[in-house]
């Protein structure tokens, strides 16, 4: 079992990037996928989940990043994206993507995260 974290960059305040996190080893429609960040000096915190398919499918974002960031599923490639759209300085950090695989058709928020992979750094500046 990996996860994959790319997409990652430098970009400019207001602008825009989407990471990816590809799975192997196990199918990431069955289980709940969530992404993470830690920036400098901070603990690591919850950005955005995704619910099984086999639940409801259900999306949840943290409200600081509301109306900026949506994660999303693209079965066929097995892989779970976050779309991030006006980017702010405070966006700085290292995304992380988990899963609580072996748990199928879990809900957002899951018990545990079983699986991370390696991160993908984001830097906001200009």
């Known amino acids: 079992v990996q996860l994959q974290a790319s997409g990652g960059g430098l970009v400019q305040p207001g602008g825009s990037l989407r990471l990816s996190c590809a799975a192997s080893?196990?199918?990431?429609?069955?289980?709940?996928i969530g992404w993470f960040r830690q920036a400098p000096g901070k603990e690591r915190e919850g950005v955005s989940c995704?619910?099984?398919?086999?639940?409801?499918?259900?999306?949840y974002v943290v409200d600081s990043v509301k109306g900026r960031f949506t994660i999303s599923r693209d079965n066929a490639k097995n892989t779970v994206y976050l779309q991030m759209n006006s980017l702010k300085p405070e966006d700085t950090a290292v995304y992380y993507c988990?899963?609580?695989?072996?748990?199928?058709?879990?809900?957002?928020?899951?018990?545990?995260?079983?699986?991370w992979g390696q991160g993908t750094l984001v830097t906001v500046s200009s």
């Open positions: 988990a899963t609580d695989f072996p748990t199928v058709g879990g809900s957002c928020p899951p018990i545990k995260y079983d699986y």
């Open positions: 080893g196990f199918t990431l429609d069955y289980s709940v």
């Open positions: 995704i619910s099984s398919s086999s639940s409801d499918g259900s999306t």
